[in-house]
């Protein structure tokens, strides 16, 4: 493969790659991501032996294996332990205590269940994980089951794996030492999760465009630092496949920078970051 010149990537190239992503991912792009996108596909066209980016996009077009490999490369899966460390204190505070009043006083009493969608590299799942044993210790009778996915393999594949290193465990541990100590093993160089939280996790692949990835609904549905990647039509998607995987009563979470009020969609703005089904609109 030639490496000179010829390898920026054309305006040509630019649109259609950015087509591409637009229908395998929804993620919405423009010409400010060239440098970028020629930094995450030359590995890809290095290893498929692509001579041209031409050459390359005509391979993901072709759809097979490649298609995996290149969603891997355009998708940004960073996330945190604890990440907005206000969402953690509503759930451990207000959430879960809420919910176990409600099953205490029901004769059915059945597990919470979560999503965690765009779950990236698992710290989110791994996180919620933590708290639910927490206030487990304290209430015996709470039983939770957490469902990570992502459209990403490559991400998932790190979530299964459950080992951190580096930045994402250093905050983790300043910024929530007991909870570090308790469920990170390993270290200094490499920790792994503890046992008893891969036990309630699990992660699977899902496209948010799609319909929601289990037939049972969730209780807790966190979708946090992803719909700021998608334009408002692809939003609205997303949101509305989100809303027909929720239980009534279930609770929306979204990120810091990404407020839904200006939409038109099933939800309403509950507290920072949270939402619930509007029973009116819905
Ligand atoms: C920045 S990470 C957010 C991780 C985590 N939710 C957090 O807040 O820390 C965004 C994730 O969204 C995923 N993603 C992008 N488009 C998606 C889609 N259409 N369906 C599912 N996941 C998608 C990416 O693969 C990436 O892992």
């Known amino acids: 493969m030639n490496m000179g010149a010829s390898m920026?990537?054309?305006?040509?190239?630019?649109?259609?790659?950015?087509?591409?992503?637009?229908?395998?991912?929804?993620?919405?792009?423009?010409?400010?991501?060239?440098?970028?996108?020629?930094?995450?596909?030359?590995?890809?066209?290095?290893?498929?032996?692509?001579?041209?980016?031409?050459?390359?996009?005509?391979?993901?077009?072709?759809?097979?294996?490649?298609?995996?490999?290149?969603?891997?490369?355009?998708?940004?899966n960073d996330s945190a332990f604890f990440r907005t460390p206000a969402v953690w204190w509503y759930l451990s505070d207000e959430f879960l205590p809420t919910w176990q009043a409600r099953m205490t006083a029901r004769m059915n009493a059945r597990p919470l269940r979560i999503w965690s969608a765009a779950a990236a590299t698992g710290e989110e799942a791994y996180s919620l994980a933590m708290i639910c044993l927490e206030f487990q210790r304290r209430h015996p009778s709470f039983r939770f089951a957490i469902e990570g996915t992502d459209i990403s393999s490559q991400a998932l594949e790190a979530a299964r794996a459950g080992v951190y290193r580096g930045r994402t465990v250093e905050r983790f541990e300043a910024t929530r030492p007991e909870l570090f100590q308790r469920y990170l093993e390993g270290g200094p160089e490499r920790y792994t999760v503890a046992p008893a939280l891969r036990d309630h996790v699990g992660f699977a692949p899902h496209n948010l465009l799609e319909a929601p990835p289990s037939v049972a609904r969730y209780d807790l549905v966190m979708l946090r630092n992803v719909l700021i990647y998608f334009d408002e039509p692809h939003q609205q998607r997303v949101l509305a496949q989100v809303r027909k995987a929720m239980c009534p009563g279930a609770k929306l979470i979204l990120g810091e920078q990404e407020s839904i009020t200006r939409l038109n969609t099933a939800f309403a703005f509950e507290q920072a970051h949270v939402y619930h089904i509007d029973e009116e609109a819905a």
């Open 8 to 76: 920026e990537l054309g305006d040509e190239d630019l649109d259609a790659v950015i087509k591409l992503v637009r229908s395998h991912t929804g993620i919405a792009m423009n010409g400010t991501k060239r440098v970028l996108l020629q930094g995450r596909l030359l590995p890809r066209m290095r290893a498929v032996g692509s001579a041209s980016y031409r050459d390359y996009i005509e391979t993901v077009r072709r759809g097979g294996a490649e298609v995996t490999r290149f969603v891997d490369a355009v998708t940004t």
